[in-house]
């Protein structure tokens, strides 16, 4: 199976399957020199691993990443690693499969899943939790994007949920604290939001259904000039790595979608120079990126998780043998796999940033 490699200078590499031992990532072409603390690395991680409250799967995971090569002790010695500039190898173990969850499925095709569509590329596939196309592999996008926010000095990369099925926040209210308080499982930032969320999830839990989110991913700290025009732009790289995640079915960069209508007078971000004698945006409707390239305001991209095709209640399905069937998914899964999906988004706009960062300095040797 190929293609499991994304990004040119900054190219990360994923292995692993969601019932095997364990997954992992190759990071080629970090620079050396990068400072980092594991804990930096397993902070992200546990924002993105299961168990984590009664709204995601109750798969127990610690998401442990240990890192095999890559990188040396810093001389402070107190737990500091830095980057040599060869390859990196992080794998983080699986201790919790429960594979006896699937043997119903081995024969039949789940909807909404990759089932038929890996059996009838492949000739083949692993029922047990989807294999490759089970969202387990994201945590080492996840592990990879923690480097990647080390590489552009000053980039801050946040994500937020902005609305779970039909409920949406208020974005008077956008506060980005509230998205790391201890009594947020949803990585909302309108606290308003939380009871709501809990309310209408815990009544999709009980009728054996789910549903999909809309998340927002902020970028600041971008400096202009990154991207390159045509097929190197880097709204097409951020749009191509989100779309990769599992689940999601679209993407928008700036207004996006809505910019179909609006009129020219409203959309245009209008210039003047600002106080400190620089050309500054009145607005930011293209999302901080024109003609592929970054003008240095925040990059903003969203995009659409579909709901949870792992469900309780019985779909109407096929199996191998051409018969037809109905299919109930047992095991453990998320009523709105788009909770989880937020720290993946900030990973993946990361490491593209990253990536064009290192394009941008080797092909014009300035930043």
Not at 26 to 39: H, K, L, Q, T, Y
Not at 265 to 276: L, S, V
Request: aromatic fraction near 6%; include cysteine.
């Amino acid at each position: 199976m190929s293609h499991n490699t994304f990004g040119h200078l900054f190219r990360v590499t994923t292995w692993g399957e969601s019932h095997g031992p364990a997954i992992g990532c190759v990071i080629d072409g970090c620079p050396p020199g990068i400072r980092f603390r594991m804990e930096e690395i397993q902070a992200e991680l546990d924002r993105r691993k299961p168990g984590s409250s009664r709204f995601v799967t109750q798969r127990r995971e610690p998401d442990t990443a240990k890192i095999l090569s890559g990188v040396l002790p810093d001389e402070s010695d107190d737990g500091t690693l830095v980057t040599t500039g060869t390859p990196i190898a992080m794998e983080i173990e699986n201790v919790d499969q429960r594979s006896k969850d699937y043997g119903d499925i081995a024969k039949q095709y789940r909807p909404g899943h990759a089932d038929f569509t890996y059996d009838v590329k492949y000739g083949l596939r692993d029922y047990r939790g989807g294999g490759r196309s089970s969202a387990r592999e994201t945590a080492t996008r996840v592990a990879a994007g923690a480097l990647a926010r080390k590489i552009v000095p000053g980039l801050t990369v946040r994500g937020a949920i902005v609305a779970i099925g039909t409920e949406a926040i208020d974005r008077g209210n956008w506060d980005w604290q509230v998205v790391e308080r201890e009594d947020n499982p949803f990585f909302t930032p309108d606290a308003a939001s939380i009871p709501r969320f809990e309310s209408y999830l815990d009544e999709l839990r009980k009728a054996h259904d789910s549903v999909g989110a809309l998340i927002e991913i902020v970028a600041e700290g971008v400096p202009a000039g990154l991207g390159a025009p045509i097929y190197g732009k880097l709204d097409t790289d951020i749009a191509a790595g989100l779309m990769s995640i599992n689940a999601v079915k679209g993407v928008e960069i700036g207004d996006g979608f809505a910019a179909a209508r609006l009129k020219g007078t409203e959309n245009a971000d209008e210039m003047r120079i600002g106080d400190n004698g620089e050309p500054e945006f009145l607005a930011n409707h293209s999302g901080g990126i024109l003609g592929g390239i970054s003008t240095g305001a925040e990059i903003v991209a969203r995009f659409a998780v579909k709901p949870t095709s792992s469900i309780l209640t019985p779909r109407r399905s096929v199996d191998r043998d051409g018969q037809e069937i109905d299919v109930v998914t047992k095991g453990r899964h998320d009523p709105c796999v788009g909770i989880r999906a937020v720290p993946i988004g900030e990973a993946m706009v990361a490491c593209a940033i990253a990536d064009h960062y290192l394009r941008h300095r080797g092909q014009t040797g300035r930043i």
